[in-house]
């Protein structure tokens, strides 16, 4: 589905179907696969269908990537069609938990705040935010929702600004302020019969549309492409041609890092990594009809990956194993300056 199609044009019902179907033929993606299904069964009102894919991923043998995720997407649903306290046993299991990423925090928060719980919201949004940004010199692209929650929020709960609202401010890109964008009272301006508070409404209205768009057009990241060490031997080996792009494990590696800050250091955000293996490129030339020695297919394979959700964000949380899988911690490994 095109991200700007409007839902009431989309068959939620059948494309929920076909996820599910495209994850029985791609056992590898089969956790993002089905969270996108679980999605449109959300949209199409199929609440019960929505909670048992989220119950098939999670009794599943298979280890999930993101199984705070998935509970907190679990959370939410559940919530939505009159079942509570089951919802809140789960939240407060993922606040004690506290998860490294990002994601699940927001969703319960929001989740807590769509059910006018203020308070918990905030605090929830405001836990996450210093597990993961305490003496972080530069909030990943990930967290950025996390900030901006937090700071609506308050808004709404009548805080004062703090350090994190400031610092939400300063990565908010919006012609229009956060501060504005948050005000309680625009709500009070739909209502209005002065034409003026109005129009200066539907502007700002347009200029939010504007950031919603920005980030549904970018529903992965910009993938660069990772080969482990046996990977590449085995590429390399069977396709000699691609020699010339990768001359050594090493150098592949130092090209991803650096190729990562070039682009995040031009302004480019949601940069991520997707790890490749022989047999998953080999089926994906195929089904393009082209040779597995061409490198022009290298980039659209990375893209393909990441669409299924087989990429990882970068750079990683503080503390979290570097990307390469040297098994050390990203900041004493490539992150190392």
Not at 11 to 24: C, I, P, S, V, Y
Not at 96 to 111: K, L
Not at 141 to 153: I, N
Not at 306 to 335: D, I
């Amino acid at each position: 589905m095109r991200p700007d199609t409007p839902a009431e044009n989309v068959d939620h019902t059948a494309e929920a179907a076909r996820l599910e179907r495209t994850a029985g033929l791609y056992p590898e993606d089969a956790e993002a696969l089905l969270l996108q299904a679980a999605a449109h069964r959300e949209l199409a009102g199929d609440r019960a269908g929505a909670t048992a894919l989220y119950d098939s991923l999670l009794s599943s043998v298979e280890s999930l990537d993101t199984p705070h995720l998935v509970r907190a997407l679990k959370a939410s649903n559940l919530w939505e069609y009159g079942h509570e306290a089951e919802a809140r046993a789960i939240i407060d299991g993922i606040r004690a938990a506290a998860p490294r990423d990002p994601a699940p925090w927001v969703i319960v928060a929001e989740s807590l705040e769509s059910h006018d719980e203020l308070e918990q919201a905030e605090k929830t949004f405001t836990e996450g935010t210093r597990l993961l940004l305490t003496d972080v010199p530069e909030p990943p692209y990930a967290t950025h929702p996390l900030l901006f929650g937090r700071h609506r929020v308050r808004r709404m709960l009548g805080a004062a600004h703090d350090e994190w609202d400031v610092l939400a401010d300063a990565l908010h890109a919006s012609p229009v302020s956060l501060d504005e964008l948050h005000d309680p009272k625009r709500v009070w301006s739909l209502g209005s019969d002065n034409p003026a508070e109005l129009e200066a409404e539907i502007s700002r209205l347009r200029a939010e549309l504007g950031t919603y768009r920005e980030a549904l057009s970018r529903p992965f990241p910009v993938a660069v492409l990772h080969w482990p060490t046996g990977e590449l031997t085995e590429l390399v080996a069977a396709y000699p041609a691609l020699g010339a792009e990768y001359p050594s494990h090493e150098e592949h590696l130092s090209v991803i890092e650096a190729s990562l800050r070039e682009l995040s250091a031009s302004g480019t955000a949601n940069l991520g990594i997707v790890t490749g293996t022989v047999p998953s490129y080999e089926a994906f030339a195929a089904s393009e009809g082209a040779s597995p020695g061409d490198s022009d297919l290298l980039p659209q394979y990375a893209t393909t990956l990441a669409a299924r959700g087989r990429a990882v964000a970068w750079p990683p949380q503080r503390g979290v194993g570097c990307w390469c899988g040297s098994g050390g911690v990203y900041e004493g490994c490539h992150g190392a300056e």
